[in-house]
């Protein structure tokens, strides 16, 4: 018998995989199926970035980079989000990773110990919940409310703060629940913290570009007064169609930036060079892609919250950004898992419960819009027929 360590057992997962998994066996199995589960654009990477990535590997950048990115990415990250958020960021904060993810997880192990509480938005991704539990920490949920437009409450954050909260992890625009928190909200929440100076802030913002009906998104990067314990991630992943490079980066505070790379070090030692040549042609190139790619969603979007609306039993809020819709399901007199389960099954669409992302989750399903109209239209048809 193996003897692993307990903290094993601690770790959760990112259900999504999971459903990917059976979707793809009962598709092998010859069934016809319509997979609205996988958070991934259904788009290729734009053609420009892919021959940046194959100039590289042709032009011999086979070899280590420095851990925290090549000086030519930082700089551009930089200057992206200068361009986009009004922003001023040293290239030397900024520690380029294999995905978003590695971001959450080096965060939650920094601060994360037995004995410390860190905040989490719940329903949320799934790996904040995971990471803190394995860590040792207590997770303590941020519970986002259908009735709020899915937007985290400040005054209701800031009142869960204890001489033991650490970490507060904020997403927005979010997933699973494609909800955008207002900027007042932000700001109430900044303001909250100038009396909490132990507390440090995670803001995934990985869906940054995704954002719809003339929203425009709020970087926690653009509140001067936090930027001393601010940890903002973002990355390739979703706005370039680049899930499977896996690119990402966060701008850490100064007291942080070595311990990160010095994670790094320790963990992957740096991002492979070749992808991150393809990442400086992302953000230097042409954005039309990008803009084509989020007029897509929106068009998706509308015609899935509608449909979504006229399947009996559900109830969708506006998605306000991401590719997410998250509609309520009570009204049919399932759980969450049960229709999930049953609607793969029996009708051929992959969707992800709605506990998946937390027990908040319970009497939700999340849908992600990152495929063709013909197939959201068959899709929620097979739902309707299937109820
Ligand atoms: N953060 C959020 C909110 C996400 O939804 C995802 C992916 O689904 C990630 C981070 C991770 O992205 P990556 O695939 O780049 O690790």
Redesign the pocket.
């Known amino acids: 018998m193996l003897h692993t360590a307990a903290s094993l057992s601690r770790l959760g997962t990112e259900s999504a995989f999971e459903v990917l998994a059976r979707a793809q066996k009962l598709a092998a199995e010859g069934k016809d199926i319509i997979n609205l589960g996988i ?1 991934q654009p259904d788009f290729r990477t734009p053609e420009h970035i892919v021959e940046a990535g194959v100039k590289a590997l042709r032009d011999g950048h086979h070899g280590y980079t420095p851990a925290n990115g090549i000086p030519a990415l930082r700089q551009a990250v930089a200057g992206d989000l200068e361009g986009r958020h009004g922003v001023a960021v040293n290239p030397d904060h900024v520690v380029v990773v294999p ?3 590695p971001t959450m997880f080096f965060a939650i192990l920094m601060f994360g110990e037995p004995g410390a509480e860190i905040m989490y938005p719940n329903p949320g ?1 799934p790996i904040y919940e995971s990471v803190i539990k394995y860590s040792g920490a207590k997770p303590v949920p941020i519970a986002l409310e259908e009735a709020n437009g899915f937007a985290f409450d400040a005054e209701a954050v800031l009142a869960q703060i204890t001489p033991a909260t650490r970490l507060i992890i904020i ?1 927005s625009p979010a ?1 699973p629940t494609g909800g955008v928190t207002p900027k007042a909200e932000i700001d109430r929440l900044v303001a909250g913290l100038k009396d909490h100076p132990h507390v440090a802030l995670l803001s ?1 913002e ?1 869906y940054s570009r995704m954002l719809y009906d003339g929203r425009e998104h709020v970087s926690l990067l653009q509140y001067p007064e936090i930027r001393d314990r601010l940890i903002m991630l973002d ?1 390739w ?1 979703k706005t370039y169609a680049m ?1 499977g490079w896996r690119l ?1 980066y966060a701008v850490w505070p100064e007291a942080l930036v070595d311990h990160a790379i010095r994670l790094c070090i320790n963990d992957h030692s740096c991002v492979n060079a070749a992808t991150q040549y393809a990442g400086i042609a992302a953000l230097t190139g042409p954005q039309d892609a990008v803009h084509d790619m989020v007029a897509a969603f929106d068009e998706r979007r509308r015609i899935i919250v509608s449909e979504l609306n006229q399947v009996p039993g559900f109830r969708c809020a506006d998605a306000a950004g991401a590719f997410y819709a998250f509609p309520n399901i009570e009204g049919t007199g399932l759980t969450s898992r049960e229709a999930q389960d049953r609607f793969l099954a029996q009708a051929g669409v992959a969707t992800i419960a709605g506990t998946s992302f937390g027990a908040w989750g319970e009497g939700y399903l999340r849908f992600s819009y990152a495929s063709s109209i013909d197939n959201i239209r068959e899709a929620i048809g097979r739902i309707r027929a299937c109820l």
Do not use: A, E, L, Q
Request: overall charge neutral; aromatic content about 8%; proline content about 0%.
């Open positions: 958070g995905g978003g993810k991704f997403n997933n995934d990985i990355g992943s899930t990402g």
